[in-house]
């Protein structure tokens, strides 16, 4: 993963302002509104996932959809509220019909999101589902292969635990996803506690990813 740079001291708040603007892609043209993220802005715990779904579009909020639901209840089961962690999107506007991000777009975009994790902070960051993790994780292996698997690893110059999720909209497809999300947040609190220090954990080498569900991100969920 290539080094960002890293821009002048500024607040989160005014950093958001800032991107409100941003045409470095051509998702500019078909948004509502830029998707900046929600949440803590000194959170310890960081969520990253896809891009913004209709709903997401419409309100500048990033999870309010079906998924966003799900997240809540995933959070509550660990005693999290939203206004405790920091949610963000790899890109902040939405695809056209909730197609999946195209490279060119996460590489226009992606400066965005390292540095809101240079003004944020966090400890921990919970990438979900394929894209997130695969960007800041900077391997090709896929969620299946690496969900509840913390690595430490330095991003934005900072020194986190990267740990992969499966997207939550994944559980509305199949329902006995949800017992492994519920697994995989459970270990949340104890990460958060760590901090950016593990057991060591051999990821496995790249391998062709299992037959799964159709991205629910394709479906207009989030």
């Known amino acids: 993963m290539s080094a960002m740079p890293v821009a002048p001291a500024e607040t989160l708040e005014a950093y958001g302002a800032a991107t409100a603007g941003c045409t470095r892609c051509r ?3 078909g948004r509502t509104q830029v998707v900046f993220g929600a949440g803590n802005p000194r959170a310890d715990l960081m969520f990253v996932g896809e891009a913004p779904g209709f709903h997401e579009d419409k309100q500048g909020i990033p999870f309010v959809g079906q998924a966003g ?10 005693q999290l509220r939203r206004e405790d962690v920091y949610i963000a999107n790899v890109l ?9 991000p195209q490279q060119d777009e996460i590489e226009s975009c992606e400066r965005h ?17 394929n894209f997130a993790t695969k960007l800041l994780s900077g391997r090709p292996l896929g969620i299946t292969r690496v969900h509840g698997q913390e690595q430490a690893l330095t991003i934005a110059g900072r020194s986190v635990l ?3 999720l499966y997207h939550p909209a994944a559980a509305l497809y199949t329902p006995a996803m949800l017992k492994v999300l519920e697994g995989d947040f459970a270990r949340l609190p104890e990460l958060m506690g760590r901090g950016a220090q593990p057991a060591a954990v051999e990821l496995p ?8 569900a159709a991205p629910a ?3 207009g969920l989030f």
């Open 27 to 29: 998702l500019a043209k």
């Open 92 to 100: 902040k506007c939405r695809p056209p019909g909730n197609r999946d």
């Open 69 to 78: 639901k799900l997240l809540d209840g995933l959070l509550a089961g660990v």
């Open 113 to 129: 999101l390292f540095r809101q994790i240079e003004l944020i902070e966090p400890t921990v960051i919970a990438t979900l589902g």
């Open 162 to 164: 990267l740990y992969p």
């Open 217 to 219: 991100e394709q479906l």
């Open 205 to 212: 080498e790249a391998e062709p990813e299992p037959a799964v």
